[in-house]
């Protein structure tokens, strides 16, 4: 309904409701008498009924609505949980001095930034937490994106041109394949963490530029990139390397520097990218290599250019989450000793978890159907933890991932394990051999 300047209507409601009359311009407006064609655009979204089929029994584990902070135990429909499926792993999304540190940035810089880096976007803070994270990767410089999925897109699309290749790990993040997708240079996927199979690609391509790229710590599995020889067979092929850290800063390496600083290789991995979405807290992304690579990245990173900045609490939480992953490390030690008594329980249980080596534990079991159900039984036994099945995982491959967090107390470790044996036990799904 339009309204007149003086807030009375304009006296055209006809047009909208139904009386069959023309809205002047012969398409829009009066959905009862002409409607619109249905393109055939929309056909695969009016066939699409995986997700109600999983909703209809029950069985629907995604967009889980929390009314609680993402912590060690959250709130779902009025019920506590136990989360052991966050990427918190430093456990500071609800820290007192993160949240403080937020609200200080809000109240003097606003909520938004209103733009891009490249033009307004850009705060006295954005330069400070750039600097910060160089020093803390052990890079000349660094630039952070909004998210960490945007510093993937930026970073392997601006790097590869046409005349170069890419080589991913086939298990690398969804981010990673959409960058090397979105930049010109052609892809391709070895076997996981294989890397004689690297080396054979890498050997077959005449490529000008290679750019070999790995997740640090999977995703889904929780073993960490064999990065030692990946080092080794990149350099025989003149390839340059590139590791997303997402699930390693704040976890691996010397203060949670990450996977390269792990393996103390820092100097022989030419990119580190990551988010501030999990260890640290927040939201937003970057990326440390030479000032150079950074510069170039600065003007040719499109999800840079045309996105707008971090907003300024996400800035001022990373930066604090940061300080405090540098400042205590028994989080840290903390992180890995709950890391090691989950998933030695979930050994003992005799589930099989891969070869996960982090915070990340898998719980392989199999096909997605046992995945599902396995997942219900534990949600509604109070334990939060996701399913994840192809094309995230091989088929037949479907797995239950669970992850740590440093804050969690043993209890409720404890907890949650005497919650899965009884739920798997009353499903029959306890592994043969317990
Ligand atoms: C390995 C990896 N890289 C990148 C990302 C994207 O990070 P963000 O959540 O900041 O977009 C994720 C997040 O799930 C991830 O797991």
Redesign the pocket.
Same mark, same amino acid.
């Given at each position: 309904m339009s309204q007149t300047r003086n807030g009375t209507n304009s006296g055209n409601e006809s047009r909208f409701h139904g009386n069959g009359a023309s809205n002047g311009n012969g398409s829009h407006g009066d959905h009862g008498s002409s409607p619109i064609p249905r393109s055939p655009l929309f056909k695969k979204c009016d066939t699409f009924d995986k997700a109600e089929a999983l909703r209809r029994v029950g069985m629907y584990p995604y967009f889980r609505m929390i009314e609680s902070a993402q912590d060690t135990e959250v709130t779902i429909d009025g019920r506590r949980m136990i989360m052991l499926g966050s990427n918190s792993y430093m456990g500071l999304t609800n820290d007192p001095r993160v949240k403080e540190a937020a609200k200080a940035a809000v109240e003097r810089y606003g909520s938004g930034c209103a733009g891009s880096r490249f033009l307004n976007g850009t705060l006295d803070i954005h330069v400070q937490l750039e600097e910060e994270i160089a020093d803390y990767l052990g890079k000349e410089a660094a630039i952070v994106f909004t !998210?960490?999925?945007q510093a993937?897109l930026g970073v392997i699309s601006a790097l590869t041109g046409r005349e170069d290749n890419v080589f991913i790990d086939r298990t690398d993040?969804a981010?990673i394949v959409d960058g090397a997708r979105l930049g010109f240079g052609r892809v391709h996927k070895f076997l996981h963490n294989d890397v004689s199979d690297l080396d054979r690609m890498l050997g077959n391509s005449n490529s000008r530029g290679k750019l070999v790229v790995v997740?640090g710590i999977y995703?889904m599995e929780g073993d960490i990139a064999n990065l030692p020889e990946i080092v080794k067979v990149a350099r025989r092929h003149e390839a340059a390397i590139l590791v997303?850290d997402?699930?390693a800063i704040g976890v691996l390496g010397n203060q949670g520097r990450g996977t390269a600083d792990h393996f103390n290789l820092t100097d022989e991995v030419e990119v580190i990218a990551g !988010?501030f979405?999990k260890s640290l807290a927040s939201?937003g992304?970057y990326v440390g290599a030479d000032k150079s690579i950074i510069d170039f990245l600065r003007h040719h990173a499109r999800s840079l250019i045309f996105s707008a900045s971090m907003a300024p609490a996400c800035v001022a939480a990373t930066q604090k989450a940061l300080q405090i992953i540098k400042e205590e490390p028994e989080r840290r030690e903390k992180l890995w000793a709950n890391t090691e008594f989950l998933r030695t329980g979930l050994q003992s249980l005799g589930f099989d978890t891969g070869e996960s080596e982090t915070p990340i534990i898998p719980v392989v079991v199999g096909d997605s159907e046992r995945c599902f159900l396995i997942w219900r039984a534990l949600h509604e036994a109070g334990v939060f933890v996701n399913p994840v099945v192809a094309p995230a995982t091989p088929a037949n491959r479907a797995l239950i991932r669970f992850s740590v967090m440093a804050t969690h107390t043993t209890e409720q470790i404890t907890e949650a394990l005497e919650i899965i044996e009884k739920s798997m036990k009353s499903l029959g799904a306890m592994p043969a051999t317990a």
């Open positions: !998210t960490g999925y993937n993040h981010s997740d995703s997303d997402a699930h !988010t979405s939201i992304g």
